[in-house]
């Protein structure tokens, strides 16, 4: 009954796809298509193929036991978490900070703190690299995890300026008219009234950090190997579903804290404009 | 000993880029007292609000509370309430977590906080609604949570920034008396931002009236209102009338007698002194003038000139009076709407029975 009215009610708002509609329809497929074919690769029993011969679950369970692709997520997760919490702690002040500044300066300053996003980030590694090795002659895993910070800082500052950009500062004058000092204020006040662009902030450079390759293929000592260089040195020798669904798995964690930001506080706040 | 004063400001200076916003600011309020500062936006009156408050510090000058220097205190040293003219109230806590905030900080006992937030509420009638969020409250529960707000604190004076414009009429008016009422029964200092004169002059124990960020007149309302310090006060507060005459003789003691453009004579009240044959302008409120049906002799203060426009209000009718004498300077005059209405074209009779000689 629901089935019915849903589909007639879709009917009557899609008579005839249009043209928009189409070209709507293909970007979709583009972006999703690689997803699919990941994913099916994964379901495999012998070799990768598409679409895949004999399903099984086989692969999406070994890759789960896998010893070595365990340990890589593991480093991955850990480094991940780090960089995102410290990246998330410095973007905060920046943002607060930029609130305050004139409107004119507040721009440019957001937009240089893109500037990460503007750098090809392998060139931004090999730099990085070479005055790692110049300053203490190796990489280890807190070298990792500062690249990892400068590049995933954009994400944690543009949601959480997208979040004060809209609270009234009248909120907290008022927190100090009862008494509340400015750490007071920022605890009680300001921080729960911000904390959906936070949290999305540091969700949003967990992912990057955990889907980064660029970075950590320079700066990763060779006993501590993150999830995706692992995932990399595996296809150079051998070619197995069980890479397929080491990727399926990653694919569908990400998505998993794309939906939770989505919850939080809503896509757009890369755009600036909240629902 | 030298008199104390709730709140005192001394010649404060605050400038922003070019313009002094407020330009030597002095004014002092008695305890208990409910003072209203009055201009038109852009006057100073927020920045007036927000250096007592300690939100911004003047550029030079001396602000104290009850004898206590604060000119330099941060906010939450300075026991100030605050009502803000959009409430701020924090949307992540409920009635009763808003109310308990400054008690919390103040770290009172939690029986003592519950006791203190319950009669708070009880002060603003809003008893039931502690464990609602502001989003689920009417603008006027709103407004009167914030006014709440700022009383639980017990806070030796209280600041309001224009609290009633957000609200409609109706709920205007009736939370003007609320307000005024609770403030005369806690006996509670107040200073209240607002650009609506008619607030004011309800109100008020003392009305300051701003301009460019300079107070023009600091007086009761009632002289605000009948001896407005300047043409600006004059204007500013309910409708003006200004006409331009002559000194008849020596102005003494505020008695004028001043002779308008048409020969007629009538009293007036000077601010200073003038001599006689002075070129003055006279301001003439629209409730200062009395139709009188056209009769035989002209009396001495009287004026004649065509009826214009005709504006119902209600309790009141407003006629757009074009005088013989001085078409160029049309006139408003005010009569209560119960008696007999005019049409435009009409020929009418003024008699002038009060009038204050404008300064600059
Ligand atoms: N932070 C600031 N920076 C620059 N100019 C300011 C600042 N705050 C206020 N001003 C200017 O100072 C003047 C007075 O502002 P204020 O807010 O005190 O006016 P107001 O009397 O409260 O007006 P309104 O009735 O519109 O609220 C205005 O011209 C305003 O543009
Ligand atoms: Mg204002």
């Known amino acids: 009954m629901t089935a019915t009215t849903a589909v007639s009610s879709g009917k009557a708002r899609w008579p005839v796809p249009t043209g928009l509609g189409i070209a709507a329809s293909c970007a979709f497929a583009f972006v999703v298509a690689p997803l699919i074919v990941v994913a099916g690769a994964?379901?495999?029993?012998?070799?990768?193929?598409?679409?895949?011969?004999?399903?099984?679950?086989?692969?999406?369970?070994?890759?789960?036991?896998?010893?070595?692709?365990?340990?890589?997520?593991?480093?991955?997760?850990?480094?991940?978490?780090?960089?995102?919490?410290?990246?998330?702690?410095?973007?905060?002040?920046?943002?607060?900070?930029?609130?305050?500044?004139p409107p004119a300066v507040a721009r440019i300053l957001t937009l240089s703190f893109m500037g990460p996003l503007l750098v090809p980030s392998i060139i931004f590694a090999l730099a990085l690299y070479s005055v790692m090795i110049y300053a203490f002659g190796v990489t280890n895993l807190s070298i990792l995890m500062i690249g990892h910070v400068i590049i995933t800082m954009p994400y944690p500052v543009r949601t959480i300026t997208a979040v004060t950009e809209h609270l009234d500062p009248a909120l907290e004058?008022?927190?100090?008219?009862?008494?509340?000092s400015p750490w007071r204020t920022f605890v009680s006040v300001t921080l729960p009234l911000i904390k959906p662009g936070v949290i999305a902030g540091f969700l949003f450079a967990f992912i990057t950090s955990w889907n980064d390759f660029s970075i950590s293929v320079f700066l990763t000592p060779r006993e501590l190997q993150p999830l995706p260089i692992k995932i990399y040195e595996y296809l150079l020798y051998q070619y197995r579903p069980i890479i397929a669904a080491v990727s399926t798995w990653s694919v569908i964690g990400s998505a998993i804290i794309v939906l939770i930001i989505d919850r939080l506080v809503g896509l757009n706040v890369f755009t600036g404009r909240r629902s | 000993m030298a008199e104390q004063f709730d709140i005192e400001l001394s010649h404060c200076r605050k400038r922003y880029g070019a313009i002094n916003v407020l330009d030597d600011v002095s004014l002092r309020v008695k305890s208990g007292e409910f003072i209203t500062v009055l201009g038109p936006s852009g006057c100073g009156k927020t920045t007036t609000l927000r250096a007592i408050g300690g939100f911004i510090t003047p550029d030079s000058g001396h602000i104290s509370i009850?004898?206590?220097?604060?000119?330099?205190?941060?906010?939450?040293?300075?026991?100030?309430?605050?009502?803000?003219?959009n409430y701020a109230l924090w949307p992540h806590m409920t009635v009763a977590e808003i109310l308990g905030f400054g008690l919390r900080i103040r770290k009172l006992p939690r029986e003592e906080i519950a006791r203190r937030v319950d009669r708070a509420l009880g002060m603003v009638q809003l008893t039931g609604l502690k464990d609602r969020y502001p989003r689920e409250l009417s603008g006027g529960q709103q407004q009167r949570v914030a006014m709440a707000r700022a009383l639980a604190i017990d806070p030796e004076v209280i600041i309001l920034d224009e609290p009633l414009s957000n609200l409609d009429r109706r709920l205007r008016e009736e939370l003007r008396i609320e307000l005024k009422r609770l403030q005369r029964s806690l006996g509670v200092t107040m200073l209240f931002v607002t650009h609506d004169q008619e607030e004011a002059l309800s109100m008020s124990d003392q009305v300051v009236v701003m301009q460019s960020g300079r107070i023009q007149q600091i007086a009761d309302p009632r002289t605000v209102y009948e001896r407005p310090a300047n043409r600006f006060v004059a204007g500013f507060l309910g409708s003006a009338n200004f006409m331009a005459g002559e000194l008849v003789q020596n102005a003494q003691d505020g008695k004028a007698q001043v002779?308008?453009?048409?020969?007629?004579?009538?009293?007036?009240?000077?601010?200073?002194?003038?001599?006689?044959?002075?070129?003055?302008?006279?301001?003439?409120?629209?409730?200062?003038?009395?139709?009188?049906?056209?009769?035989?002799?002209?009396?001495?203060?009287?004026?004649?000139?065509?009826?214009?426009?005709?504006?119902?209000?209600?309790?009141?009718?407003?006629?757009?009076?074009?005088?013989?004498h001085d078409p160029e300077a049309p006139i408003f005059l005010q009569e209560r709407s119960n008696a007999d209405v005019l049409n435009p074209g009409d020929k009418v009779r003024i008699n002038v029975i009060n009038a204050i000689i404008a300064t600059d």
């Open chain 2, 259 to 324: 002779k308008l453009g048409n020969g007629a004579v009538v009293g007036a009240y000077a601010p200073s002194a003038k001599t006689a044959g002075e070129k003055v302008t006279v301001i003439v409120r629209p409730e200062w003038l009395v139709l009188e049906r056209p009769g035989n002799q002209l009396a001495a203060n009287q004026l004649e000139g065509t009826v214009g426009d005709v504006i119902y209000e209600g309790s009141a009718i407003r006629y757009g009076i074009t005088l013989d």
């Open chain 1, 42 to 101: 994964a379901l495999n029993a012998e070799a990768m193929f598409f679409p895949p011969r004999q399903l099984t679950l086989r692969w999406m369970m070994a890759a789960l036991t896998e010893g070595s692709f365990v340990n890589g997520a593991l480093i991955s997760f850990v480094v991940a978490v780090v960089a995102a919490a410290f990246s998330t702690l410095f973007a905060l002040p920046v943002a607060l900070q930029l609130r305050k500044a």
């Open chain 2, 66 to 85: 009850r004898g206590r220097d604060v000119t330099h205190l941060p906010p939450y040293k300075r026991n100030i309430g605050v009502v803000f003219q």
């Open chain 1, 173 to 180: 004058d008022a927190a100090g008219s009862v008494g509340a």
